[in-house]
């Protein structure tokens, strides 16, 4: 294998010119006339016994040359990318330039790691709001922890209200035929959560146990196709009324929920992990803005094949997410009115910007000289292990050791750029509201404290 040329073309692209010796190419038509001769037939001779001089004297002296190149060039391809020092990015594109007793040259069109020239990444400003935590929101968070803790029980004698829970059987007819996925039995319905059809949770309230009704929906325009703008019916009947039992906000369910034996103590607990949540949202934010204005600032001849490559990778991350949740990839795209094509046309955009803000990180890996010793990546999946209830030696099954160093580097990059950044005062901070005079006269609420 011999390497006549490396042209660098447009979008980071080469071309390589290579030709194979006719010693190699000899060898791979030797090695494709023992993969194929079985298959040939040669009158006088069992099959795979005919000799080579015999076949090519039949069916001409190329016979084996196909097969031949596509055992010779993969290897030849790889000599040459490993000789020119290239770094690629996806599969060649290949012509053949010539065959035949002397060899065979051919040219392969590749994406390679472009070259990448950072512009600032130092000293950059971020808008970075102050955090704070409210007595409202500790109540908020308390009022989501009582709800998780509700139980759910049944009334009698009454009709369904807003907010209820209606046990409900119910069938859906379209132009009087019952259509698929419109029948269920023993449904809970939260009245209000506009978890239904729109339309249909209004019709449910008033009715009484055991009462039967006819339900009139049109489906919206914007629904799957089968059924949008249409006018169906539902036969409903309702079975039961369940409430929610939240419990009161008092010392008592304070114990029941934590380890305070205190609401005060648990609240001043509460308002310490909302402020820890609101610090590590606001560094992420401003991480997340300081990076993306220095992957912008960054300049490079992005690969098409780098931004197709991610995009890809996003699509196969979504039909993972859809199964996950027992939802097969083709009914999805089907219900979202989707094509492959379409999807990864709209993912092309989310792709371009995280390669660029890859190429920027590694950037400056390379210009700040990080490196992640062994030490930290033991420390990453201890970690890890941690987070996921595993003890380390488990987690090293599930995790490539060399997938944990980039993520290290990954985050010591960042803290490069974050550290060195300007936090500046939002630009629209949101101005207290002037309180009405209902505010005014209404009690102050407890304190978070």
């Known amino acids: 294998m011999s390497v006549k040329s490396c042209e660098k073309l447009e979008k980071s692209m080469v071309a390589l010119t290579v030709e194979v010796s006719a010693a190699d190419f000899e060898a791979a038509v030797d090695k494709a006339y023992k993969k194929q001769r079985g298959s040939i037939r040669v009158p006088g001779f069992r099959p795979g016994k005919a000799p080579r001089k015999m076949i090519e004297s039949m069916y001409g002296a190329g016979v084996f040359y196909e097969e031949a190149v596509n055992i010779a060039l993969p290897d030849a ?33 590749v994406a390679v790691y472009p070259e990448v020239k950072l512009g600032q990444y130092k000293g950059l400003e971020a808008p970075k709001a102050e955090v704070k935590v409210t007595a409202a929101d500790v109540n908020a968070r308390l009022k ?6 509700s139980r759910i029980v049944s009334v009698e004698d009454r009709a369904v209200k807003k907010g209820d829970i209606a046990n409900i059987d119910f069938e859906g007819f379209l132009e009087g035929v019952p259509f698929d996925g419109g029948k269920s039995d023993s449904h809970d319905l939260e009245i209000g959560s506009g978890s239904f059809v729109p339309g249909f949770e209004d019709q449910v309230i008033g009715m009484e146990i055991g009462q039967e009704k006819d339900i009139d929906i049109t489906f919206p325009e914007d629904y799957h196709a089968d059924l949008a703008g249409k006018s169906v019916v539902f036969h409903v009947k309702l079975n039961a009324v369940k409430i929610k039992d939240v419990p009161a906000l008092d010392d008592e369910f304070a114990k029941d929920v934590s380890e305070f034996d205190t609401l005060a103590e648990l609240k001043k607990d509460v308002k310490a992990k909302l402020t820890q949540e609101r610090e590590e949202a606001g560094k992420r934010a401003f991480e997340d803005i300081v990076m993306g204005k220095a992957a912008e600032l960054m300049e490079a001849d992005i690969p098409d094949a780098m931004v197709e490559e991610q995009a890809r990778r996003y699509m196969e991350n979504l039909r993972r997410q859809v199964q996950a949740q027992g939802i097969p990839f083709d009914q999805y795209m089907k219900m979202t009115n989707m094509d492959e094509e379409k999807l990864l046309e709209e993912a092309r955009t989310p792709a371009l910007g995280q390669v660029r803000m890859d190429l920027t990180i590694a950037a400056i890996v390379e210009a700040e000289n990080l490196e992640a010793t062994d030490e930290e990546v033991e420390a990453e999946l201890a970690k890890m292990a941690g987070q996921y209830g595993m003890d380390v030696e488990n987690m090293k099954k599930y995790m490539d050791a060399e997938v944990i160093r980039e993520q290290v580097l990954r985050g010591k990059a960042v803290a490069v750029v974050a ?7 939002p630009a629209e901070e949101e101005k207290p509201k002037k309180k009405s005079k209902k505010d005014e006269e209404a009690p102050a609420e407890e304190s978070a404290e």
């Open 144 to 149: 989501e922890m009582a709800e998780r803790n």
């Open 77 to 109: 391809y790889g000599a040459a990318v490993k000789e020119q020092e290239l770094k690629v990015v996806g599969y060649p594109e290949v012509e053949l330039l010539s065959v035949g007793k002397e060899g065979f040259s051919f040219k392969a069109a």
């Open 419 to 425: 550290d060195s950044a300007v936090a500046v005062k």
